[in-house]
């Protein structure tokens, strides 16, 4: 009796050591949206997921090539992705059931609100283009279907006096394939919204026999924020920013913000917004953009929706005066 009773404690203790070890090993997997491979999203996007899953005890974070920000929003809406990367204006319609969104809110909050979108506006000289009103008549790139940076070239094009699907023959297409058609003369210009630079246009400036262009287009910002609010501010572009580009560009800035469902895990958006603040500097060193990250950009306006309670914890936690 006394060995049966030995041989039943043995089991269990094994029993109750496996049991710990699979509590342990469980991960709260998360997705992060974030865009194309051309961009800046993907890579900070892969950042932040590496930060997460290293200091983040029991999470393991994962960054997924998307079509950009309403594709993000959309994941969010129907529970297929925990993070999102999103430029201001999509997470305004996502919320408000505005636009692409017609049908169907999503009920997301900001995170953080992380680094300012910048338009590009690109063209190479031959193209006979040095305006935006030179698209006329032309094939111009608008950025692909679900994404930020076709929302917002539309809302330019418009600004600007055309009509963009009656005075332009528009390629719905991703950077990386804006940008070889650029090359390949099967388009006349491209738009782009994201961090500056952007590696694909850093590789369309280097290409031998191409000559990039920046065009101006920051008069638009007040049309755009008069008919859609104020989510568009004017800005320049600095000479240099590419290769061959020498001069300033007047364009228009939107903020970037991080997304998550509402009914996100409190505790957890806590330590997701504690970690991507404090550990910023490694974010930094895969793209400088993530330099723009500051608790003082944060209740100034920037994200147009809530934000969610576990990041608001943080803000008062670090002195913010949260409403």
Do not use: C
């Amino acid at each position: 009796m006394k060995r049966l009773i030995a041989a039943l404690a043995a089991t269990v203790a094994v029993f109750g050591l496996a049991t710990t070890a699979a509590a342990q090993d469980k991960k709260t997997r998360i997705s992060i949206g974030t865009g194309g491979t051309a961009g800046v999203y993907y890579p900070l996007g892969g950042g932040l997921a590496a930060v997460l899953s290293k200091y983040v005890p029991g999470v393991e974070a994962t960054a997924e090539v998307t079509g950009g920000s309403v594709a993000n929003l959309q994941l969010i809406g129907g529970g297929k992705s925990e993070i999102g990367f999103s430029m201001a204006d999509v997470a305004w319609d996502a919320y408000n059931g505005l636009g692409k969104f017609k049908d169907k809110k999503v009920d997301a909050r900001a995170l953080a609100v992380f680094y300012p979108n910048r338009m590009q506006v690109v063209t190479v000289e031959g193209t006979g283009i040095d305006k935006v009103t030179d698209f006329k008549g032309h094939r111009i790139a608008t950025g692909s279907p679900g994404s930020g940076t076709e929302v917002m070239t539309l809302r330019m094009i418009e600004a600007f006096g055309l009509d963009p699907d009656k005075d332009m023959k528009r390629e719905r297409l991703s950077l990386a394939e804006s940008v070889n058609a650029l090359k390949d003369g099967k388009v006349d210009a491209l738009t782009w919204v994201g961090g500056v630079p952007t590696p694909g246009l850093t590789d369309l400036a280097a290409t031998p026999g191409k000559k990039i262009k920046l065009l101006d287009h920051g008069d638009a910002a007040e049309a755009m924020r008069k008919k859609y609010g104020p989510l568009y501010v004017k800005n320049k572009i600095l000479a240099n920013a590419y290769p061959g580009e020498t001069r300033d560009t007047s364009n228009i800035d939107v903020w970037n913000i991080l997304v998550v469902p509402a009914s996100a895990d409190e505790n957890l958006v806590y330590q997701v917004t504690k970690t991507l603040f404090e550990k910023k500097d490694e974010l930094v060193r895969v793209h400088k953009d993530a330099a723009f990250l500051d608790l003082n950009n944060q209740l100034t306006g920037g994200a147009p929706i809530p934000f969610h309670p576990g990041a608001l914890r943080y803000f008062k936690e670090r002195g913010l005066k949260v409403q």
